[in-house]
């Protein structure tokens, strides 16, 4: 079963949220419809900018904590590297 590091966005530069799951799809679902009262849904965050996929959840829960200790601006670096137009990859996941 994969595991999934990423990374949603309110818009392009604007308030991030890193989380693991092990359904991207569904959880992707989750925040966009705003399902659970929290951070995501207070802030509009719900674009699914980029993500990473893992084997095992210890490898993916290790990653997310390193990516949450980074500064912003590696945070943004990453994203841009492999989404320049910050898109909403969610629909690419069907």
């Given at each position: 079963m994969p595991y999934y590091v990423?990374?949603l966005a309110s818009r392009k530069?604007?308030?991030?949220?890193?989380?693991?799951?092990?359904?991207?799809?569904?959880?992707?679902?989750?925040?966009?419809?705003?399902?659970?009262?929290?951070?995501?849904?207070?802030?509009?965050?719900?674009?699914?900018?980029?993500?990473e996929i893992f084997d095992d959840?210890?490898?993916?829960?290790?990653?997310?904590?390193?990516?949450?200790?980074?500064?912003?601006?590696?945070?943004?670096?990453?994203?841009?590297?492999?989404?320049?137009?910050?898109?909403?990859?969610?629909?690419?996941?069907?």
């Open positions: 990423y990374l530069h604007g308030t991030l949220y890193i989380g693991v799951t092990n359904d991207l799809v569904r959880r992707t679902y989750e925040h966009k419809e705003g399902l659970h009262p929290g951070f995501t849904a207070r802030h509009g965050v719900t674009r699914l900018v980029y993500f959840p210890v490898s993916a829960i290790t990653r997310e904590k390193q990516i949450k200790k980074w500064r912003r601006d590696y945070k943004l670096n990453i994203i841009e590297r492999d989404n320049p137009n910050w898109d909403d990859l969610y629909d690419r996941l069907f």
